[in-house]
């Protein structure tokens, strides 16, 4: 299968200039620079790339957002915030193929009619953001970037902008008033970035991976791109994937291919052989699916109809003998410690979720706690003002779904049902 | 208009009103925590989630504006379980130590979970605590962030209307804590704004703490009695100390909001150093007297002085009935014109301010005002002198994209959310304003062309104006244009104009100007003494009666009555609420003069230098002992109510002058203890008062509608006079050798006047006089921020500490006309408030 | 007292934005690089005043982001060890027991001689390579008690 994102991952040096040139890199920008704006943002919606930062939204659907008066400043965020746990994607191309995500920025850009472009990658990833930075420089020493780029007149700055430190600031709004230097708090919608966002002005943000695709599909057009894996969410997808897995990593494949595929093939199986307990399919917050759902395609829609979602398709593997309880004390513990305190059942909801989870986990259950829980997660879900909370349910509400038993025994006893 | 169901009831509504605010007009009770009608929705608490018929996820009300079509529903069972859990939720952190409380008995989660339950708990693990014991942030703010609903009220009031914006919320998660710059003390402006928009205990009063529950006050509905802004205060008091002063949501124009004087300065009522006894003058000492000892006296004192030979001083913080009888004692029984409510200001200043600022016109709304495209700010400086009206300037300018212009000698807070700041020589708001004239009037010359302002000023040319005030023409014409790009044009003009009257010609000139063109022009006077409107309306004036209307005979202002005084001319004098031995611009002038009056009359609260001098001192009381009504700058009409009886022997103020003047009438025609009565009799007489509606509504407003123009006042059609003016302030400057800075002076934050110096908890929020000029003169100079400096003037010297104020212009120093310890007026030459001075490290 | 080094800096990031108040993360980042990897309150405040926004602002931005190190000092080498569910899984717990053990600290604190701090972190991108740590801009994946402890000797060797 040909590789969209990852082509050039392997190759050496491919992080450099020249390399991507010779790799047949910068000519869907050249390509893009003779059309019309409105003609790539059609091609976009046309190929039905879907964003892939988590949500799926239509990439150019929300490029037609943006409203078209040329005398309003624009602006287009990659998030390169990567911090759902279990994903580690955006990284890889920022790490070796900084100049992919650049193309893609500078036709989005182009696109919409933004000037300024910033990169919001997450404070940790300082090789990444350092490559990133590298990679501007030169292109703007070559004349890629800056004014009338590629000898038209179409000027445009990129920028890096490194977080610090906060999952939230992946949500768009909550990344927007990071940018600004503030607190890292979701923003009120509407109205949504795409008609005030960065400074009050009109702004996109796309996700690195869903940027990504852009320069191919470009230069190979909408329907190559539909081709690929079903026509509702085509294209490729890199999936991570980390656990129990004898090769974890990242996989470059079609959208729909079932998790049984990319884990027993792909990633060689079980580590140890042991038999599949449990699989996160896109991120911590997607709740987790069982042996018996691992047939599901990876595409966002096959996976909703399971209850659960492709997110980041960062896939999370677990073997037998994993102990459940302290699967949800863990991710709890993460989004109780990531709620950005902005709204009362997100912070005060995962906090009293982790405090339960944590004496369960230590052997303190108590009659009554998986109640408790479940009506904890049914006080939290859809009434926090931005999706994290409901992450934290989602993912709470998986494991006890699925291993109500487990939490049962461990109330009980007073221990772990799976490693006595 | 849109179409919605609320609860099954279709109604029209507006479009884009908030869904909270649709279903509260309708009776319905959505409780919030962080809504708050005039900060930004954040729509973070999650108390407010309602149901929309169709929609999977509750939706919080305060931040969703309806949508034609939606069925909405409030009190859906999802709707009330999920109002519980929210509480539920913020209990589980809450400190839950309601018995030692503060704000228990009126604290909004209190009575919301009594309301909504959760009537059990279930949150059975160790609580998040912020720190251990509770914290001082200021004099007067204790925190506790142990009982935080996260809110942010505290940090959206500081940054949103009080534009300080120390508070910020630090660190995420439960551990997000809403306080100062790493817990330090802080410096602000001590408003307490925090404190009252916090639904729970986590700010509170530091001066209130402990002192009673809630349930054990009295309160009365009160107006705050320093600037003239007249804020709605509610007081309280604690077996007969009066403990707190607060806003409240919804009532009076300021809502919520008060500044440090109207929060904090309540506590002079319950000083020890209050007058309790009348004094009268045996062999040449005060000594305590009784009532009938002390209005035997006057009846004799007065009675031997010829009417032209008596003269009348009230103070411009006394209640209108106060002044009207007052007025009313000298105009009348004692024949005398010579009565002035304005110690700082001369009269002729004070009728060039009223028919420049339209004030014979009625009452003006400062909402109304705001309600324009463009708002001047000039003459006054705003964010000290008038606090609450540049937090409206500041909300609303912000929400609703007004541009703001400010004209000033010195930077203000409300600087940043001005587009325009023209930074102009002292005193020279005349020349600044000439110009502007000038440069609008360009195309309507023939209307002006009678009048002899118009004309001295055109005569003068736009550059030499423009080069008086020290502004480039250019930033002039930038004025103009942004006024001749809005249709309406809001101006907010202030104190300046009294103490330098060779502005107000040019102001409204500019007035006309723009109504010539056409403009609606809205004006705002601002003052900073709680009744000077009234004051004036009533007719304390030597030239004006009641409603402005003229005096045949025109008698003398206070300044008239010193230099008759000095002479030994004066007779008698009555003195009611004013010390101008210490406030009138020649302190020791006054004195000399006063001791030569042959019959003193002081009647004040407390011993002044002043009283020192007089021969019977009457106490009398204050806002919290009495009834009657104050006018405020705009002309509204208000009503402050008795808490406290008088202390010790003292007597209300009314009653006093009510039974002077029965004294002098011969008659018992004045109802000696009710202020209605004579309320009624304003009405009668005064054409403008006449409509006034004293409703005094404490309800919560629900409307969000903070305007209550029905107490406003009437207009009238006398016809005021511009003052001719000789040479300007600035020329006298010039002449007085302009070296260093020009010194010039005005109120504290903390004060209006000086009866606030007697507040134990406003003197704790200063160190000392200090002296302020820009940061970049005191780099020029090479001092620093909070050195000490002497200030040295032709007539006198001080040493003050200096601080450094962002965006004054060059060559200003400021010292505040409220300071104990540095007398300002001795920098002034009798009657000018501006001078020049040598600045110099000591 | 900002060096010359980091005024320099601050003053390139704010080149990158529209808003002053933008460059507050970038300068934050820059002052805490240059001064040994921590933030003072007075660090904080010339910020504040470089930058023109309430200093309160800029305690608020430090407080919500966690690279931010002002609440307590940390070593020369901070050690973050990710304890999301992948590095769980993989045995991320036994790594930092044992690097408790052999640092002679627990969670949080930082060695005597100020050259490690271990803390937690949570999922830091790196979850097919797990478990893994961050020691100050440096990621070491796919560990084993014995890289890390050849890791931890070789710091400590270098310093
Ligand atoms: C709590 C939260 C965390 C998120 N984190 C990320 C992230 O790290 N990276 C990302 O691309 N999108 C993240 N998202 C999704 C973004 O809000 C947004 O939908 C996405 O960046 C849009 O880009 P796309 O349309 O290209 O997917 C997150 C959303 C939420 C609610
Ligand atoms: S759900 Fe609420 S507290 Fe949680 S991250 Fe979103 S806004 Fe912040
Ligand atoms: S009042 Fe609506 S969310 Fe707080």
Not at chain 2, 111 to 121: A, E, R, W
Not at chain 2, 169 to 179: F, L, V
Not at chain 3, 53 to 71: C, D, L, Q, R, S
């Amino acid at each position: 299968m040909e590789k969209i994102l990852l082509k050039n991952i392997d190759k050496p040096e491919a992080y450099k200039l020249e390399n991507y040139v010779a790799n047949g890199g910068y000519k869907s920008i050249r390509k893009a620079l003779e059309m019309e704006p409105d003609h790539i943002i059609q091609m976009v919606k046309d190929s039905n790339l879907r964003g892939r930062g988590g949500a799926g939204f239509p990439a150019g659907l929300k490029w037609s957002f943006i409203p078209k008066d040329p005398t309003l400043q624009k602006y287009l965020c990659c998030n390169a915030d990567e911090g759902e746990p279990g994903t580690f994607k955006d990284r890889a191309i920022m790490d070796k193929d900084p100049h992919l995500l650049l193309e893609g920025m500078m036709i989005t850009c182009y696109a919409i009619g933004a000037s300024i472009g910033y990169v919001y990658i997450r404070g940790e990833f300082e090789y990444g953001a350092s490559m990133l930075e590298a990679a501007i420089d030169e292109a703007y020493e070559k004349g890629f970037l800056g004014k009338d780029i590629f000898g038209s007149d179409f000027s445009l700055d990129l920028y890096v902008h490194r977080g610090a430190g906060a999952y939230i600031c992946g949500e768009e709004t909550a990344l927007l008033e990071s940018l600004e230097g503030g607190r890292g708090q979701p923003r009120k919608k509407p109205p949504f970035p795409a008609l005030a966002g960065l400074y009050a002005k009109p702004t996109v943000i796309n996700n690195v991976e869903t940027l990504g695709c852009i320069p191919a599909i470009l230069e190979k057009g909408p329907e190559w791109f539909k081709a690929i894996g079903p026509e509702k969410s085509p294209g490729t997808r890199i999936c991570g994937v980390s656990g129990h897995v004898k090769k974890p990593g990242l996989y470059e494949l079609p959208m729909g291919v079932p998790l049984r595929e990319l884990i027993f093939d792909h990633c060689g199986g079980m580590r140890g052989n042991k038999p599949l307990k449990a699989v996160i399919p896109g991120g911590v917050s997607a709740p987790m699916l069982v042996e018996a759902d691992i047939d599901t395609p990876m595409d966002f829609d096959s996976m909703a109809a399971k209850g659960t979602m492709l997110g980041s398709s960062a896939v999370i593997v677990m073997e037998e003998g994993t102990c459940m309880v302290k699967v949800a004390y863990i991710t709890s513990r993460f989004f109780s410690h990531e709620s950005c305190g902005k709204c009362t059942p997100c912070r005060e909801g995962t906090s009293w979720q982790t405090r339960v989870l944590h004496r369960i986990e230590h052997g303190e259950g108590r009659p009554g706690d998986v109640e408790l829980l479940e009506s904890l997660c049914e006080n939290i879900f859809g009434r926090t003002f931005c999706p994290l909370g409901d992450g934290a349910v989602m993912a709470l509400r998986g494991a006890l779904k699925h291993f109500k038993e487990e939490f049962v025994y461990h109330i009980q006893h007073k221990k772990c049902m799976v490693d006595s | 208009m849109v179409n919605i169901k609320i609860n099954g009831k279709e109604l029209k509504v507006e479009a884009g009103k908030l869904i909270l605010d649709a279903a509260r007009d309708e009776g319905h009770d959505i409780p919030t925590f962080c809504y708050q009608a005039d900060l930004m929705g954040i729509g973070s608490c999650r108390m407010c989630l309602i149901e929309i018929e169709g929609q999977k996820k509750l939706q919080p009300s305060c931040i969703t504006p309806v949508m034609d079509g939606m069925s909405i529903l409030t009190d859906s069972p999802t709707v009330v379980s999920a109002r519980s859990s929210m509480l539920e939720f913020l209990l589980t952190d809450h400190a839950l130590d309601c018995p030692v409380c503060d704000k228990g008995g009126e604290c909004e989660l209190q009575d919301m979970v009594y309301k909504h339950g959760p009537h059990t708990g279930r949150h059975a693990e160790p609580k998040h605590r912020h720190h251990g014991k509770d914290y001082v942030l200021s004099p007067v703010i204790i925190k506790n962030s142990n009982r935080c609903v996260q809110c942010t009220k505290c940090v959206r009031v500081c940054s949103e209307i009080v534009g300080v914006g120390v508070l910020g919320s630090i660190g995420r998660g439960i551990h997000q804590e809403e306080t100062s710059f790493f817990k330090t003390y802080l410096d602000c402006d001590h408003c307490g704004n925090c404190i009252e928009v916090c639904p729970v205990g986590c700010f509170m009063r530091l001066p209130y703490r402990y002192t009673s529950r809630s349930w054990d006050l009295k309160s009365a509905d009160s107006i705050c009695t320093y600037c003239a802004t007249g804020c709605r205060v509610v007081i309280e008091e604690r077996d007969g100390l009066l403990v707190r002063s607060r806003a409240q949501l919804g009532v009076g124009l300021n809502s919520e909001t008060l500044c440090a004087r109207g929060r904090f300065g309540y506590d002079i009522v319950n000083s020890d150093d209050r007058l309790t006894t009348p004094m009268v003058k045996k062999y040449g000492k005060l000594e305590p007297a009784t009532w009938e000892e002390a209005f035997g006296a006057i009846r004799k004192g007065f009675r031997s002085s010829s009417p032209a030979r008596t003269g009348g001083l009230i103070s411009p913080r006394m209640t209108n009935e106060e002044i009207y009888l007052f007025s009313k004692l000298f105009k009348g029984p004692l024949q005398s014109n010579n009565v002035d409510s304005s110690m700082r200001w001369s009269p002729e200043a004070v009728e060039g301010f009223a028919a420049a600022t339209s004030m014979t016109a009625g009452g003006v709304s400062i909402f109304d005002c705001m309600d324009s495209q463009s708002v001047f700010v000039v003459g006054t400086q705003l964010s000290d002198e008038n606090p609450v009206v540049d937090y409206i300037v500041r909300r609303i300018s912000n929400a609703n994209g007004v541009q703001v212009a400010i004209a000033s000698s010195r930077g203000m807070k409300l600087d940043s959310c001005a587009s325009q700041t023209l930074r102009h020589a002292p005193a020279t708001e005349g020349d600044l304003l000439g110009a502007a004239a000038l440069l609008l009037a360009d195309k309507d010359a023939v209307r002006f062309a009678g009048n002899a302002d118009f004309n001295s000023i055109k005569a003068t040319g736009i550059d030499t104006l423009a080069a008086r005030s020290g502004v480039s023409r250019s930033e002039i014409e930038a004025l103009v244009s942004s006024f001749g790009s809005s249709e309406t044009v809001g101006i907010i003009a202030g104190t300046e104009f009294l103490r330098f009257p060779e502005g107000s010609a040019s102001l409204a000139l500019v007035v006309e100007a723009l109504r010539g063109a056409g403009k609606k022009v809205t004006v705002i006077p601002v003052l900073d003494r709680c009744n000077q409107r009234g004051a004036w309306e009533m007719g304390a004036h030597p030239g004006l009666g009641t409603a402005y209307s003229r005096e045949g005979v025109k008698g003398l202002g206070f300044a008239g009555m010193m230099n008759t005084a000095s002479e030994g001319k004066l007779d008698s004098i009555y003195i009611v609420g004013e010390n101008p031995v210490v406030e009138y611009g020649d302190g020791n002038f006054a004195r000399d003069a006063i001791g030569k009056v042959g019959f003193v009359v002081v009647q004040d609260t407390f011993m002044t230098e002043t009283a020192a001098l007089a021969d019977v001192i009457l106490p009398g009381v204050t806002f919290a002992e009495k009834d009657g009504t104050y006018t405020n700058q705009e002309g509204r009409v208000q009503s402050i109510n008795r808490l406290l009886p008088p202390p010790g022997d003292a007597k209300r103020d009314l009653e006093i002058i009510s039974t002077i003047y029965n004294i002098f009438s011969g008659t018992d025609d004045v109802p000696v203890k009710k202020s209605a009565g004579i309320f009624a009799e304003i009405r009668e007489k005064v054409s403008t008062y006449a409509k006034v509606d004293l409703s005094f509504n404490n309800e919560k407003n629900t409307f969000n509608d903070l305007d209550n123009k029905e107490s406003l006042v009437g207009g009238s059609s006398a016809s005021l006079s511009m003052p001719q003016v000789t040479g300007s302030a600035a020329s006298s400057l010039a002449s007085d050798g302009h070296a260093g800075f020009t010194l010039v002076t005005g109120n504290h934050l903390y004060h209006s006047g000086r009866l606030s110096l007697r507040s134990e908890i406003l003197g704790g929020f200063i160190k000392g006089a200090i002296v302020e000029i820009s940061e970049e003169d005191a780099d020029r100079l090479g001092i620093t921020s909070g050195e000490k400096v002497t200030v040295a003037g032709s007539r006198y010297k001080a040493e003050l500490v200096l601080k450094t104020r962002k965006g004054s212009a060059s060559g200003v120093a400021f010292i505040a006309e409220n300071y104990n310890d540095v007398p300002v007026h001795k920098f002034f030459r009798r009657g000018e408030s501006v001078a020049s001075v040598k600045i110099a490290r000591s | 007292m900002l060096t010359e080094k980091t005024l320099e800096k601050i003053k390139q990031i704010q080149k990158n934005y529209h808003s002053k108040k933008s460059a507050v993360m970038g300068a934050l980042m820059a002052v805490q690089r240059d001064s040994g990897n921590n933030l003072t309150r007075e660090d904080m405040d010339a910020v504040a005043k470089i930058l023109d926004v309430n200093p309160v602002e800029i305690h608020a931005v430090a407080g919500f982001y966690t690279m931010y190190n002002w609440k307590k000092p940390v070593g020369r080498h901070h050690i973050q060890v990710c304890w999301n569910l992948s590095c769980s899984l993989l045995g991320a717990e036994h790594l930092i027991s044992h690097m408790e053990k052999t640092l002679g600290i627990t969670l949080g604190e930082t060695t005597p001689d100020s050259m490690f701090t271990l803390t937690t972190a949570e999922c830091l991108g790196s979850c097919g390579t797990a478990p893994m740590m961050q020691i100050g801009d440096d990621y070491y994946e796919d560990l084993t008690v014995e890289k890390v402890d050849k890791i931890l000797a070789d710091l400590r060797a270098r310093s």
